[in-house]
């Protein structure tokens, strides 16, 4: 079965650091992988995703995650918080072994940036 | 490109009744995914549809049923509701299956008194 872990429940950094929101999964098969943003009272936003290819992937608002496949991580990163990045972020991992699996989600990660 | 849509937004059902969401996804995509979404068990899949047949389903009991139909758009029922049914629900659409990202609606949020 697939699974995905979001070890943190919420991280918190200062505005102009660097950010990085962590994400561990376990799949049968190949992983695609992604990140979604859930802004307060609004749906989930697609951020970025990893198919195949360059292990670094490049998304919306500056985001940022790294596929390791040894240590089967896919943390999203961001080089310099702004405070409008503070929102719950979920990681999510489908696999493809015979056939689509179902996407499953991490539990969240609320990332909180101070001013 | 008009977003995901969900109808309706706010509902508010008694133990026992049924109820069901609907769904319109993007234009021109043929996927269409359900979750539930509540402060304790997070996002939890329900089911996915492509081109009117269900390809994925979730751990949730008989109870909780959908369909698509050929325009793609989705329905979702909920029988003989439980208080804990009360989530917020919500509906995602895609171009395909596998690596295609997903756009979610705004979601319904249902109460079960």
């Known amino acids: 079965a697939q699974s995905v872990a979001q070890p943190e429940d919420q991280v918190n950094v200062a505005e102009g650091n660097p950010l990085t929101v962590k994400c561990t999964y376990s799949v049968s098969g190949n992983p695609y992988l992604f990140w979604y943003v859930q802004y307060p009272n609004r749906g989930l936003q697609f951020l970025l995703k990893?198919?195949?290819?360059?292990?670094l992937v490049k998304g919306s608002y500056g985001f940022e995650a790294e596929f390791n496949k040894s240590q089967t991580s896919f943390h999203l990163k961001k080089p310099s918080a702004l405070v409008s990045d503070s929102a719950l972020y979920f990681c999510?991992?489908?696999?493809?072994?015979?056939?689509?699996?179902?996407?499953?989600f991490g539990t969240g990660t609320r990332l909180l940036v101070s001013p | 490109k008009a977003g995901v849509t969900q109808t309706p937004r706010y509902l508010i059902k008694t133990r026992g009744q049924q109820v069901t969401l609907s769904c319109s996804p993007i234009?021109?995509?043929?996927?269409v995914s359900w979750y539930q979404q509540t402060p304790g068990q997070g996002l939890q899949f329900l089911f996915e549809y492509f081109s009117e047949t269900q390809r994925n389903k979730g751990n949730f009991p008989g109870r909780f049923s959908g369909r698509q139909f050929s325009n793609s758009r989705s329905e979702m029922n909920v029988s003989t509701l439980e208080l804990g049914d009360s989530a917020l629900y919500l509906c995602?659409?895609?171009?395909?299956?596998?690596?295609?990202?997903?756009?979610f609606g705004p979601g319904t949020r249902l109460t079960v008194t």
């Open positions: 999510a991992v489908r696999a493809m072994n015979t056939g689509f699996q179902k996407l499953v």
């Open positions: 234009s021109g995509h043929r996927s």
């Open positions: 990893y198919i195949t290819g360059d292990n």
């Open positions: 995602a659409s895609s171009s395909g299956l596998g690596g295609y990202e997903q756009y």
